[in-house]
T-cell receptor, first 115, second 113 residues
Framework: EPEVTQTPSHQVTQMGQEVILRCVPISNHLYFYWYRQILGQKVEFLVSFYNNEISEKSEIFDDQFSVERPDGSNFTLKIRSTKLEDSAMYFC?????????????FGQGTRLTVV | GENVEQHPSTLSVQEGDSAVIKCTYS??????FPWYKQELGKRPQLIID?????GEKKDQRIAVTLNKTAKHFSLHITETQPEDSAVYFC????????????FGSGTKLNVKP
């Protein structure tokens, strides 16, 4: 069964450093998402991406965040200058086209620790 | 924006008993409600979902009910088994593009053998 794949599974970075979290969505999917979950808190929406542009973003997704689909398979989340409060589990998800295909398939997550 | 509240945060049941997890939402425009199961160290996986034009949906031992008037929806698991032990998340989505999901805080279900 096709899966969304995220790398790395765990990333430790120093405050102020840039990080890139990588995701390979399911190949025929057209909608891509990033969510994050701070330990003990809710899963929070960050951004959705369709047709090579951001379709929606949350207040969390400020100028420090960016997303890119650099080729036909990868979908990346970049945090330019990490803060301690960026420490969280980051989930990538993808969805097929059409209003009948509602299921979002999640990756296994990248645990980001900012020290 | 939408706010989804989920209760209880932890639930412990004996194998064979039923488990019910409840969620409320705030925005009456929400029209799609998925439930995800996340086993320890694994990805969240969709187990059942319901659209706002339906009041109930069942899939074997799992059912979801939706009360649009009261703005709440519930997950029902019957004849629980130890492999049902996991964290369950409810979510709500507004609109027909499903651009984002608002998640509940999760319920850790423990099924004791």
């Amino acid at each position: 069964e096709p899966e969304v794949t995220q790398t790395p599974s765990h990333q430790v970075t120093q405050m102020g450093q840039e990080v890139i979290l990588r995701c390979v969505p399911i190949s025929n999917h057209l909608y891509f998402y990033w969510y994050r979950q701070i330990l003990g808190q809710k899963v929070e929406f960050l951004v959705s991406f369709y047709n090579n542009e951001i379709s929606e973003k949350s207040e969390i997704f400020d100028d420090q965040f960016s997303v890119e689909r650099p080729d036909g398979s990868n979908f990346t989340l970049k945090i330019r200058s990490t803060k301690l409060e960026d420490s969280a589990m980051y989930f990538c998800a993808s969805r097929d086209r059409g209003t009948m295909n509602t299921e979002a398939f999640f990756g296994q997550g990248t645990r980001l620790t900012v020290v | 924006g939408e706010n989804v509240e989920q209760h209880p945060s932890t639930l412990s049941v004996q194998e064979g008993d039923s488990a019910v997890i409840k969620c409320t939402y705030s925005d009456s425009a929400s029209n799609y409600f998925p439930w995800y199961k996340q086993e320890l160290g694994k990805r969240p996986q969709l187990i059942i979902d319901i659209r706002s034009n339906v009041g109930e949906k069942k899939d074997q031992r799992i059912a979801v009910t939706l009360n649009k008037t009261a703005k709440h929806f519930s997950l029902h698991i019957t004849e629980t088994q130890p492999e049902d032990s996991a964290v369950y998340f409810c979510a709500a989505s507004i609109g027909y593009n499903f651009n984002k999901f608002y998640f509940g805080s999760g319920t850790k279900l423990n099924v004791k053998p």
